[in-house]
């Protein structure tokens, strides 16, 4: 668990995935007030997807490849490492997310 000072102050737990040896994704998780408000885009490569139900961006720019969501006041981060996993898989893999209380 990583624990944010100034702006982002917050708690994030990070999570990163490998499949044959070899970086897939890195996940965070964190408590956020803050809502993805798509009247907020700005930056090129932003759009708007549903994820589990909420709404969510994905944000693509060079080789740089996220999603992000809110959902119950956590906020989710998955940055894409694997090249060849696309977006289709992650949002499928997410909605088979299970919460663990």
């Known amino acids: ?10 708690k994030e737990i990070n ?19 803050e809502e993805i408000d798509g009247e907020d885009l700005k930056l090129p490569g ?7 139900g909420q709404e969510g961006l994905i944000m ?3 080789d740089f490849r996220s999603l992000l ?3 119950n006041g956590v906020s989710y981060s998955i ?6 996993l696309t977006f289709e898989e992650l949002i499928e893999w ?3 997310m299970v919460l663990v209380e």
């Not at 668990?1 to 917050?10: F, H, I, P, S, T």
């Not at 940055?79 to 060849?84: F, I, N």
């Open 46 to 52: 932003e759009k708007l997807v549903t994820i589990r």
């Open 1 to 10: 668990m990583d624990e944010l000072q100034g702006e982002l102050a917050r």
């Open 15 to 33: 999570f990163n995935y490998e499949k044959d040896n070899l970086p897939l994704f890195m996940s965070a998780v964190f408590e956020s007030p």
């Open 79 to 84: 940055v894409l490492d694997d090249p060849s």
């Open 94 to 96: 997410t909605n088979d």
């Open 60 to 62: 693509e720019s060079g």
């Open 69 to 71: 969501w809110k959902e």
